[in-house]
C-alpha cells in the first residue's frame, strides 16, 4: 500500500482547503471512507470536498437520515454511519445502488462497515494533535491514503 499523504491543519479553513483540494481528485464512483473521532473534522473536510465540486445546498452530518444526496458537478451521497452499530446494520443498508450510482460517495465513520465498501476507495483520516497530551483545539492531522493508482504524483 502507498505512503498515507499528511497534511497539517490549524483551522477549519484550512481543513476546508484541504476537502476542496482533494475533490479535483474525485471521478464518478470513487469512494472516500473518513475516519476520525467525534468533532475531528469529517464533516468540516466533507463540506470542502462539496465546495470543491459546486455542491450549492448545506452539507451537514447526515447523523439521523444515514444519507444525504447533493449534486454539484457529480452526484455525491454522504453517508454516516455513526448511528449504525454493527456491520449488520451497514449491510442493511442499500450501498450498492450509490456505489454504482455514478456518483461519489463519502462515509463519515466508516470503520463500522469498513468490509462491505470496496477495496478501492480513498481513507481520510483525520486526528486532533495533541501537546504535551494537552489537545489543540484547532489543529488536525489529515492523512489520506489513495487506492492504488491515484496517488498524488
Ligand atoms: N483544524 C480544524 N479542522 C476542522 N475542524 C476544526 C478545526 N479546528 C477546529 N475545528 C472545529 O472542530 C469541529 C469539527 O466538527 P465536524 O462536525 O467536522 O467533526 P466530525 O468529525 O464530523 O464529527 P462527528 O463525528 O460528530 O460527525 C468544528 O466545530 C470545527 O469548527
Ligand atoms: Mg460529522
Known amino acids: 500500500m502507498a505512503e498515507p499523504e499528511e497534511i497539517g491543519s490549524e483551522s477549519r479553513e484550512d481543513t476546508l482547503k484541504a476537502g476542496e483540494a482533494f475533490s479535483r481528485r474525485l471521478v464518478p464512483g470513487d469512494v472516500v471512507a473518513l475516519t476520525g473521532g467525534l468533532g475531528s473534522g469529517k ?68 470503520e463500522r462497515g469498513r468490509p462491505l465498501l470496496p477495496q478501492d476507495r480513498f481513507e481520510v483520516e483525520l486526528a486532533s494533535v495533541f501537546e504535551r497530551s494537552l489537545p489543540c483545539p484547532d489543529r488536525r492531522r489529515i492523512r489520506i491514503v489513495a487506492p492504488a493508482g491515484r496517488e498524488t504524483a
Open 43 to 110: 464533516t468540516v473536510f466533507i463540506q470542502g470536498v462539496c465546495a470543491g465540486l459546486g455542491v450549492r445546498e448545506p452539507v451537514t452530518s447526515p447523523t439521523f437520515t444515514l444519507l444525504q444526496e447533493y449534486t454539484g458537478r457529480l452526484r455525491v451521497f454522504h453517508f454516516d454511519f455513526y448511528r449504525l452499530e454493527s456491520v449488520e446494520a451497514v449491510a442493511a443498508l442499500d450501498l450498492t445502488a450509490a456505489f454504482e450510482g455514478g456518483g461519489v460517495c463519502l462515509i463519515e465513520w466508516a
